[in-house]
Nanobody, 119 residues
């Protein structure tokens, strides 16, 4: 199992960013996959989870209406489109295999990509 995130960077408040996660070593369409984030000194926070085959996508209340997750099972890639970014969105974002609607349990995850929201 390998998950490689990319797309992080520095963005101003109110800006947008799209994260990508390339998944390999397992059939993506058979698994739920999602994103969680962790800011310095804070606990891990689930952001979004797409159920296997993409039937349902669950979001944390803190990002609903601003973040959109999508998946391309053929390319083995998942995306997190982030808009109206706030300073509190600053964190390392990890893509993770095997997620659930409660956004609390995660299987394997990648190294992460840093998102910094600052003026």
């Amino acid at each position: 199992v390998q998950l490689v995130e990319s797309g992080g960077g520095l963005v101003q408040p109110g800006g947008s960013l799209r994260l990508s996660c390339k998944a390999s070593g397992f059939p993506l369409e058979h698994f739920g996959i999602g994103w969680f984030r962790q800011a310095p000194g804070k606990e891990r926070e689930g952001v979004a989870c797409s159920s296997n085959r993409g039937g349902n996508t669950y979001y944390a209340d803190s990002v609903k209406g601003r973040f959109t997750m999508s998946r391309d099972n053929v390319r083995g890639t998942v995306y997190l489109q982030m808009s109206a970014l706030k300073a509190e969105d600053t964190a390392v974002y990890h893509c993770a295999k095997e997620c659930y609607s409660d956004l609390l349990s995660w299987g394997s995850w990648g190294q992460g990509t840093l998102v910094t929201v600052s003026s």
